[in-house]
C-alpha cells in the first residue's frame, strides 16, 4: 500500500469543535503551503522531512489505543491522494474517519465527517463544498468574521458553524464573543486541549 508523511500520531482527547471531549486518534500529515502565520504547527509544512507510514503501520497503532475515531490532520491533509489512506484505515480498523482541512486542494478519500477551516491566504478548492459538515473559521481578527460569513453562505445550511478564537488572545474571544451574539446561527469553538496542555 502506499505510504505517507507523518509528522506525527498521537491519541488524545478532541479539544475543539463539534467533537470536542471524544476519544480519538490524530493522525498529522505533513506538507502545507497555506502559509497561515498562526498556525501552531509550522513543523508540519515541509513535504520531505517526515518518516514515510505505511497504511498498515498507522492501523497498527490505531488498534493498539481503542481511539473511538480517527482523525486526519496535517499540515493541509489534501495536498495527498487520501482514497488509499481511508480505503485501508476503514478495512483494517472500523473506526469514523474525520477530516481536518483548509480546502486547499480538490478532496478524496471518504470520511465520516469533515471540519473546513479556510484561510484568507489560500482559497478553497470548489470541491470541498459537498463535503463539509463543520465549518470552523480561526478568528484572529475583524476580518476574519467577514471571511467566516462568506463561507458560511458558500456552504449547506445544515453544516454546524464554529467561530475558534486565537488560543491566546483576550482580543480576539471579546471579538468572538459580541459576534456571536448577534449571529445566532454561529457557536464558539475553543481549544481546550491548548488551555489545559494535552497534546
Keep these: 500500500m502506499k505510504s ?8 488524545s482527547i478532541q479539544g475543539e469543535g463539534y467533537w470536542m471531549g471524544r476519544n480519538a486518534f490524530f493522525i498529522r500529515l505533513g506538507g502545507c503551503d497555506v502559509g497561515c502565520w498562526f498556525c501552531d504547527t509550522k513543523e508540519s509544512w515541509p513535504m520531505d522531512k517526515h518518516p514515510q ?3 498498515e503501520q498507522l492501523a497498527q497503532e490505531v488498534l493498539a489505543v481503542n481511539p473511538s475515531m480517527v482523525v486526519i490532520t496535517g499540515g493541509e491533509p489534501l495536498m495527498h491522494d487520501l482514497h ?3 480505503e485501508g484505515l476503514r ?13 486547499a486542494y ?6 465520516d465527517w469533515v471540519t473546513f477551516s479556510p484561510k484568507r491566504f489560500k482559497s478553497p478548492d470548489s470541491s470541498i ?13 475583524a476580518e476574519d468574521l467577514e471571511w467566516a460569513q462568506k463561507y458560511a453562505q458558500w456552504v449547506d445550511d445544515k453544516v454546524v458553524k ?13 471579538l468572538t464573543v459580541k459576534f456571536i451574539l448577534h449571529h445566532p446561527e454561529w457557536r464558539m469553538s475553543l481549544q481546550t486541549h491548548k488551555f489545559l496542555g494535552w497534546p
Aim: with cysteine.
Design 106 to 111: 480538490p478532496f478524496s478519500g471518504t470520511f
Design 84 to 86: 488509499e489512506l481511508t
Design 91 to 103: 478495512a483494517l480498523c472500523g473506526l469514523p474517519l474525520h477530516l481536518e482541512t483548509s480546502g
Design 162 to 174: 464554529f467561530l475558534q478564537p486565537e488560543w491566546n488572545s483576550s482580543e480576539t474571544i471579546d
Design 4 to 11: 505517507y508523511p507523518i509528522v506525527e500520531t498521537f491519541h
Design 129 to 141: 463544498g459537498d463535503y463539509v459538515n463543520e465549518l470552523k473559521v480561526v478568528i484572529t481578527g
Design 53 to 55: 507510514y505505511s497504511v
